[in-house]
């Protein structure tokens, strides 16, 4: 394939699932300047190794790359067990008829699942990003994290429990 051609077949299959792979990478990494650099080291491993994508979805071909860079990325900055706090603005999704009051509980409730998806072990938090969050189907998810599909449903089982049980328990405290 030529250059040229390559550029414009990755432009095509790969750059439309930017969002997703920033996504990934910033529940990832907590932080908004290592999401970034994981998605750009992410990229340049994708267009180099693009030759070699054989077709399916581009977007779990991509988002198995940004995991995998991410993990080889905290190895080497040796993370101690990935526990830096997330510094994103969070933002509320907003409807022309939501009054102020129902945007302000909705971004407080967004605020306070966020945060508590935040600071779940990293195994159920990256399988609930990108079911939840991305849509990825279980065997995309299995594919990307490269364990079983029976492992993918108990992480989301699991992840599901604990985020519930520490919402719930949070929301008791501020009763």
């Keep these: 394939m030529e250059e040229h051609e390559k550029l414009s077949h990755f432009e095509q299959a790969i750059l439309p699932h930017m969002d997703a792979a920033y996504n990934l990478a910033r529940w990832l990494a907590r932080n908004e300047q290592d999401a970034q650099d994981v998605v750009q080291e992410s990229y340049l491993r994708a267009f180099r ?7 399916g979805s581009s977007r779990a071909w991509l988002l198995k790359i940004v995991r995998n860079t991410f993990y080889t990325w905290a190895q080497q900055n040796r993370m101690q067990q990935l526990s830096q706090p997330f510094d994103e603005q969070l933002h509320a999704v907003e409807s022309d008829d939501a009054s ?9 409730d967004s605020q306070l699942v966020r945060r508590v ?3 779940l072990p990293i195994e159920f938090r990256e399988t609930l990003v990108m079911r939840e969050l991305e849509g990825m189907s279980y065997k995309e998810i299995a594919d990307i994290a490269d364990i079983p599909l029976g492992t993918v449903m108990s992480r989301l089982a699991r992840g599901r429990k604990e985020l ?6 949070l ?4 009763t």
């Design 49 to 55: 190794f693009f030759g070699g994508y054989r077709g």
């Design 100 to 108: 102020p009051d129902t945007v302000l509980v909705k971004k407080a």
């Design 117 to 119: 998806l935040e600071e």
């Design 164 to 169: 519930q049980k520490r919402l719930t328990e």
């Design 171 to 174: 929301m008791e405290k501020e």
